[in-house]
């Protein structure tokens, strides 16, 4: 059993260290304040094979696994979480869909387009009525007589669904099957029906676009279904295994971006005439900080190695992403607390910190579904 990176890893964390601190550290309070888009950050990470984490040299993608995967993630979120959630979902849930369940001729067609940063991918599940239900959506998807489709529909909550050039879209094949009634769909956000509507004004991840989308009357190919009709939500869940893990990577990174502040704070300020890091309350505080990110970036690496080796890490994944969200929260809270007065006032990052941990329990699965996962993979035999 061996608890460090190995070399190749080690090589590529402190590159995406340098390069995550250099081009996107400096950025990332704009981009918050301005709530702006962090398209040149994106952009950036393509620059440097961040796109296609996910994608097989075959097609140009840097093919870094998951647990490349992760170190990158954990690297790019300590810097700027918003760019991270974008990269996440770009690599684990679009160009992840396409390797897993992608033809030959989808491929062929959008990943060497995704790998390289030309075009971005988003996911479109969750709806107003289907959030943590996600088998109950009703977007509609009806067969033609050529054999395409015309989706009809809302879609909420969409990262960068304004960005992206191509989605993969969750609709209902069959009104009456439940989750054996959904379907996976790519859809090119150039063609005709989809509009994406209103901008999410958030509390957190503000660089990050979060956009209503519009379906209408939006014809679909019929070799553009991914995978098999009516298994969409198959696909969904097992898509979103991989996508905790990139989530629970951000969470990594923003616990980590909170104790950095939290130490150099606490060696400068001083008062009752030392600094704040002589006093036992602020050191119990530091020491559950890192011990806890310790034991959330295990998890992590955890349930990355379980996928890289092609096994199950449904309940590890979710196992990573319960205690990295909690804890990254926890951590941002105690940070503002160390910093006081200062930490409520953006003169300081670890109010944004405190921000943008929020969305790690909600997002890809809330705290609660991460614990309903859980549980039932031990009580379901
Ligand atoms: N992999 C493959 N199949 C799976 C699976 C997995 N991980 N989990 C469940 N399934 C299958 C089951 O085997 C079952 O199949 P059969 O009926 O053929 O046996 C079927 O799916 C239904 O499973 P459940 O009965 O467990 O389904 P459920 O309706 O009880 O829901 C749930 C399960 C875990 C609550 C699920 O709905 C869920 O994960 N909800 C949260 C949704 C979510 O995470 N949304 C995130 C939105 S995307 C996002 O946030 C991206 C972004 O922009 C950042």
Same mark, same amino acid.
């Given at each position: 059993m061996d608890f460090d990176l190995n070399e190749e890893m080690q090589v590529l964390q402190e590159a995406a260290r340098e390069f995550a601190q250099g081009e996107l550290a400096p950025r990332a309070a704009e981009a918050d304040k301005n709530e702006a888009w962090v398209g040149d950050q994106v952009r950036m990470c393509g620059e440097q094979g961040f796109l296609g984490m996910a994608v097989s040299e075959e097609y140009g993608g840097s093919e870094l696994g998951a647990v490349g995967t992760s170190v990158v993630l954990m690297e790019v979120n300590k810097a700027c979480p918003s760019t991270g959630t974008t990269i996440s979902v770009h690599n684990s849930l679009v160009c992840e869909a396409l390797m897993r369940y992608g033809t030959d001729a989808q491929k062929q067609t959008y990943l060497p387009k995704l790998a390289s940063g030309e075009w971005l991918g988003a996911y479109a599940l969750s709806e107003a009525g289907s959030g943590s239900d996600a088998g109950s959506l009703v977007c509609r998807a009806t067969q033609n007589d050529d054999g395409s489709f015309t989706l009809d529909g809302t879609k909420l909550w969409i990262s960068h669904g304004d960005y992206a050039d191509v989605a993969v879209v969750?609709? /209902?094949t069959d009104p009456d099957g439940g989750n054996?009634?959904?379907t996976a769909f790519l859809v090119e956000t150039a063609w005709?029906?989809?509009? =994406?509507?209103?901008? @999410? &004004?958030?509390?957190?991840l503000r660089g990050s676009n979060t956009? @209503? &989308?519009q379906l209408d009357q939006l014809r679909v190919p019929a070799e553009n279904v991914l995978g098999e009709v009516n298994r969409g939500f198959h696909i969904a869940m097992s898509l979103l295994d991989t996508g905790r893990i990139g989530i629970a990577s951000q969470a990594v990174g923003i616990a980590e971006a909170c104790l950095d502040a939290s130490v150099k704070y606490a060696k400068e300020r001083e008062q009752f005439g030392k600094p704040l890091a002589a006093f036992g309350a602020i050191q119990g505080k530091i020491a559950d900080m890192a011990t806890g990110i310790d034991a959330a970036r295990l998890l992590v690496f955890r349930a990355a190695q379980l996928k890289d080796e092609g096994k =199950? !890490?449904? /309940? @590890?994944?979710?196992?990573a992403k &319960?205690?990295?969200?909690? !804890?990254?929260n926890w951590c941002a809270k105690e940070a503002v607390q160390i910093h006081g007065g200062a930490g409520y006032t953006r003169d300081f990052p670890v109010e944004r910190y405190f921000r943008d941990a929020r969305v790690t329990e909600i997002y890809e699965g809330t705290t609660e579904i991460q614990k309903l996962v859980i549980a039932r993979s031990y009580l379901r035999d």
């Open positions: 969750f609709a /209902r054996k009634g959904v005709d029906g989809y509009k =994406p509507g209103k901008k @999410e &004004l958030k509390m957190g956009v @209503e &989308l =199950p !890490h449904g /309940r @590890e994944a979710s196992m &319960l205690m990295a969200s909690q !804890h990254a």
